[in-house]
């Protein structure tokens, strides 16, 4: 099978497509994406020349989040995000709090697509899938950008008893938030 050229963005998109209706498939021949809901796609999913494109589970999408939360050198923020990630809604959660965090939050999509693009070429290799060019992504997952904390937060993060404390705290509220139903909020709402 000769090498194809593929539609990187669509692929892309197909890769992050959560839509339970919709199925998205790859064409080994032309390196097209196809959606299901297009008149010309009625037999895509038994023909052999068709790979249907899964999107990232769940379970891998929550495990980008706990790699890129090791990252964050700055702790109270990654104890923000550590609390963030517990229970239902954690993505939600996540994505609120790491957008408060504006250096941090470009960072994030940088990690996140970096392991996005690293998926779909192990996705392709597995399926065997020769492409004719790759994009000028960058595999290499950005390192912290937050070496030092600023300047306001500095001064308390300096006594090792204070980051002692914010660790606990942190712990506390995220035990809370994973067990509250189970105590009925003893600790409060979450």
Request: charged share 25%; hydrophobic share 40%.
């Amino acid at each position: 099978m000769s090498a194809i050229s593929i539609d990187w963005d669509a692929l892309e998109s197909a890769f992050q497509n959560h839509a339970p209706h919709l199925r998205i498939y790859l064409d080994r021949q032309s390196g097209a994406v196809m959606t299901s809901d297009q008149p010309e796609a009625a037999d895509l999913a038994e023909s052999p020349r068709h790979l249907l494109v899964e999107p990232i589970p769940s379970r891998d999408q929550y495990k980008m989040m706990e790699d890129f939360i090791e990252t964050v050198s700055f702790l109270p923020l990654q104890a923000l995000l550590k609390d963030a990630i517990i229970g239902k809604g954690a993505f939600r959660r996540f994505k609120d709090t790491v957008s408060r965090h504006p250096e941090e939050r470009k960072r994030w999509f940088a990690f996140r697509d970096t392991l996005l693009h690293q998926h779909m070429l192990k996705w392709l290799g597995e399926q065997q899938i020769d492409f004719s060019a790759k994009p000028d992504w960058n595999l290499e997952l950005p390192l912290a950008s937050y070496l030092a904390p600023p300047d306001e937060v500095a001064p308390a993060l300096q006594d090792p008893s204070d980051v002692a404390r914010e660790e606990l705290r942190a712990y506390v509220q995220a035990w809370a938030r994973a067990h509250g139903e189970e105590y009925h909020y003893f600790f409060g709402p979450p």
